[in-house]
């Protein structure tokens, strides 16, 4: 594969939306191996594929190029190419696997055209999955030839139908990015993304990714081993901006933060995440803050979206000492866009803020936030004989963004709702969240359903009854049926000619197995009792849950019983996840707790916080920033470490969004 080693050009904000400068520039890195000799390993084969892969070779001074460092490399007889062109490392991989019995021909737009007749295959438009392991071959910019071809790595789902893919390749970029969603994979780093794809061959044996968490886009998100890769740091002009990552106690989340401060107003910390923006979408970025100076501190969260042109959405806070949670949700409505820019703007000079537990994730719905004064995407139904209607605009004081719905009903049991096609499977979880307040002066009924649509429809469900304080509404909804081919996220207006406010609708994969204990189910989770002790746990229905219907109730006869859930996931250093519960105290005293989060086969991999709750409903969260490759999956386990009590539990996640967070706090204002 012929690749010029290109510089990206330089990407910058001159502006943003409250008047401050903010800016960077990138640049790409060269062809992996470059400056490597022939044949050096650039990756050894343990370290991808879950440690089934095989060695990433060095073309070396020809990195890059068309032509080939060495000559003609055989694994027995069979020959897999030429020295170390892109090819040669599917080649050799397939060979090795016993994937393919004999040479596979062609440069790399010829691969799927000379795939072995044993491999299924799918042209781009009409891919129905991607699998690690899988090849995608691509033409050259403007022709067929040579192409390239690249070996998926690992597959994230980041949005319902909507996946990340990381790919490795020889004598190209060591790893590259990607987006599937409605049958076409597009690349976003930037020296593949002008390659047309032609589709994917699988392996034998490929199958779908499982369902998992909606992932969190962005690295070392909670700032943990005191790790700030991926993140920028911009001075505002003619000033100075001061960054440091530390452990401390008293966190809402993990034990680590970053504390910045900036000696002139709008210095800002800020990290760029290639993505294929397309109008509808929806995204939110959040992060905890707060004050670590006697003077209050003001901020500004944006986020962008950047390519040809550029968009963002924006929420901006006061913040004091006590932990915040701010959101900035964004939904996309201009092509050409190719970039989101996560951006916290440090809007007091010379004092010190405090920053942890950041996330961005796609919403999963389209228009989540009303941006742009739009509801496209958004289905209005009247009660029988009733009408009603809905108006998008911008109003001030929301809990993120500047955009609501206002909906008003004529009859009890009119609604908003809108459809998401997923392939759902029976275990799976998924929440929609909604901000909701009402705006009449007598209290507004609501009930969010969420439901899945196909052969024998079921949902999840929680009513609420709101006053004029913004409030975050959620349902759960664990599957337990097959046949069902998309969910719906319905609001139900259930009082009569009375205004309702609406703002950051969000719908997220949990990741977990019956994360919120419906119908009783508890298939998924595992009870370790402590070492001599015994534990006990039943799921029941209850009433005045903070979401859903049912809870799980857990006792132990010794300190250090336990329940997790164990889940399959292709980690690469960097990524981000965060393990949340609601939990509180059925017994009269206080509750023990410890949320571990854990790299499975990686040792020291892990994240974890403690807290002691009581009677009120309480969200425990742990964050886990992975550092290495090589675990093979997440266990997410909760610890009982109070042998006298009865622990109560509820509405799991194993995924990026804050949201379930802010509920508990309320909106940062």
Request: charged share 15%; hydrophobic share 40%; with cysteine.
């Amino acid at each position: 594969m012929a690749v010029a080693v290109a510089l990206v050009g330089s990407l910058q904000l001159t502006s943003r939306p409250a008047g401050a400068t903010a800016g960077a520039s990138a640049r790409a890195r060269p062809a992996a191996g470059y400056g490597y000799g022939c044949g050096s390993v650039v990756l050894p084969g343990y370290a991808w594929l879950g440690g089934n892969g095989v060695d990433v070779l060095s073309n070396g001074a020809d990195a890059g190029t068309g032509s080939s460092c060495g000559g003609v490399f055989r694994v027995g007889k069979i020959v897999t190419g030429e020295e170390w062109q892109c090819v040669e490392l599917v080649d050799r991989l397939y060979v090795e696997r016993g994937w393919i019995g004999a040479t596979w021909n062609g440069n790399g737009a010829d691969m799927y055209a000379t795939a072995p007749g044993g491999l299924a295959k799918q042209p781009q438009g009409s891919i129905s999955f991607l699998s690690p392991g899988d090849v995608v071959s691509y033409q050259s910019p403007g022709g067929v030839e040579p192409g390239h071809a690249g070996i998926v790595n690992a597959v994230t789902p980041i949005g319902p139908g909507t996946y990340f893919v990381q790919l490795v390749q020889q004598n190209g970029y060591l790893y590259t990015t990607g987006v599937l969603s409605g049958g076409r994979l597009t690349m976003t780093t930037p020296w593949v993304s002008g390659f047309p794809v032609i589709g994917v061959i699988h392996h034998p044996g490929a199958t779908p990714p499982a369902a998992g968490a909606s992932l969190n886009l962005l690295q070392n998100a909670s700032f943990e081993h005191n790790l700030t890769r991926g993140w920028l740091f911009l001075a505002a002009p003619g000033g100075i901006f001061q960054e440091r990552a530390a452990k401390v106690p008293g966190l809402p989340e993990g034990g680590n933060m970053l504390e910045v401060r900036s000696s002139k107003v709008a210095g800002s910390v800020y990290q760029d995440v290639p993505a294929p923006l397309a109008p509808g979408q929806s995204y939110t970025f959040s992060i905890w803050a707060r004050s670590a100076s006697p003077a209050k501190e003001h901020i500004c969260l944006v986020l962008w979206g950047i390519g040809r042109g550029r968009q963002a959405g924006q929420t901006c806070a006061v913040l004091g000492p006590t932990w915040s949670v701010v959101s900035a949700p964004y939904d996309v409505t201009a092509s050409g866009l190719a970039t989101l820019r996560a951006q916290v703007f440090v809007d007091t000079a010379k004092a010190r803020l405090d920053l942890t537990g950041a996330s961005l994730v796609n919403d999963g719905l389209k228009n989540a936030s009303f941006e742009g004064e739009l509801s496209s995407g958004w289905h209005f139904l009247a009660a029988r004989g009733g009408s009603i209607t809905a108006y998008a605009g911008r109003a001030a004081a929301l809990p993120e963004g500047s955009n609501l719905l206002e909906v008003r009903s004529s009859r009890k049991g009119g609604s908003i709702y809108q459809d998401v096609p997923a392939a759902l499977s029976p275990g799976q979880s998924y929440t929609f969240s909604i901000w909701a307040r009402a705006a009449s002066r007598e209290a507004e009924h609501v009930c969010l359903v969420l439901w899945g649509v196909g052969r024998n429809s079921q949902s999840g469900q929680t009513c609420a009854v709101l006053g004029p304080a913004w409030t975050l509404v959620s349902a759960p909804y664990d599957v337990t049926a097959a046949g069902l081919g998309a969910l719906r996220a319905q609001v139900f207006v259930d009082t009569a000619k009375a205004l309702l406010d609406l703002t950051g609708a969000s719908l997220v994969n949990d990741g977990l197995e019956n994360a919120s204990f419906q119908h009783g189910l508890t298939a998924g989770w595992r009870f370790a009792p402590a070492p001599g002790g015994g534990i006990r746990a039943h799921a029941k229905t209850a009433g005045g849950l903070p979401e859903g219907s049912d809870l799980l109730e857990v006792r132990t006869s010794k300190a250090g019983g336990s329940l997790y859930q164990d889940v399959a996931a292709d980690m690469a250093p960097g990524q981000s996840y965060t393990f949340s519960i609601w939990v509180r105290a059925a017994s009269p005293e206080a509750e023990h707790v410890c949320l571990v989060l854990w790299g499975i086969g990686q040792k020291g991999q892990a994240g974890q916080t403690c807290a002691i709750v009581g009677s009120a409903w309480t969200i425990v969260s742990a964050p886990s920033d992975v550092t290495a490759y090589g675990p093979d999956g997440l266990r997410a386990q909760v610890f009982l470490e109070t042998t006298t009590g009865r622990l109560q539990l509820t509405a799991a996640s194993l995924a990026g969004s804050q949201r379930a967070v802010s509920a508990a706090q309320g909106p940062a204002l």
